[in-house]
């Protein structure tokens, strides 16, 4: 039944799908099983639109082992994007997971579960500034961010604070958006801010 949604979502017309930050392996639904029928949902939606499809593969997993093994099993069915929980994960396991994706063509896509129990204690909590900016140096492509908007809101300002110093090389001090220091990351690649979950059709 995963798989005919995923099919019945690409060719209804989109472009791409993704696996909730929640499924991994579940006994109703194992891993192995969601990556072929979903790869095999990506392929027919392919040839019936002649358009490029996709789907973000969750391959979060309780080690880095078997999560290194699932993003070789996406590869291998030639699905171009994993997903990785990185707070539930954990930097190092999100790091490794990084280097193999870049080193064999695979997009990264960064997922925050998690988050809300550390980030939004405003007495002993890490803000998601600073977990943004750990993301950045533990490597992703793109990063669900929330927005100012929907489900997921946050502080306007703040929030693009934040995703200003995801993206961008060179970020002004600036209090008002959250920015307490002047931060330069020279070289260091940028991570894409992604609007996800929540977000009404009039936004």
């Not at 979502?9 to 639904?29: A, H, I, W, Y």
């Not at 100012?148 to 306007?156: P, S, T």
Request: proline residues 1%.
């Amino acid at each position: 039944n995963y798989g005919r949604a995923v099919y019945e979502c690409l060719r209804g017309g989109l472009d791409f799908t993704k696996d909730d930050e929640n499924v991994n392996s579940q006994p109703f639904m194992r891993w192995r099983d969601r990556f072929l029928f979903t790869a095999e949902a990506i392929y027919k939606s392919q040839a019936e639109t002649g358009e490029i499809k996709g789907h973000y593969l969750n391959a979060t997993a309780a080690t880095s082992e078997e999560m290194l093994k699932r993003a070789e099993c996406a590869k291998d069915l030639g699905v171009p994007i994993v997903m990785h929980d990185y707070l539930t994960g954990g930097f190092t396991a999100n790091t490794s997971l990084a280097h193999y994706c870049r080193d064999n063509g695979l997009l990264l896509h960064i997922h925050r579960a998690m988050h809300a129990v550390i980030d939004r204690q405003r007495n002993h909590g890490i803000h998601f500034r600073v977990l943004a900016k750990a993301l950045r140096l533990s490597g992703g492509d793109h990063l669900h961010s929330g927005t100012v908007v929907g489900k997921l809101e946050g502080e306007r300002e703040v929030t693009l604070g934040f995703v200003d110093l995801m993206r961008d090389d060179y970020v002004e001090k600036d209090r008002s958006r959250g920015i307490y220091f002047t931060q330069d990351w020279c070289s260091m690649g940028g991570v894409m801010p992604v609007a996800s979950g929540g977000i009404h059709v009039w936004h």
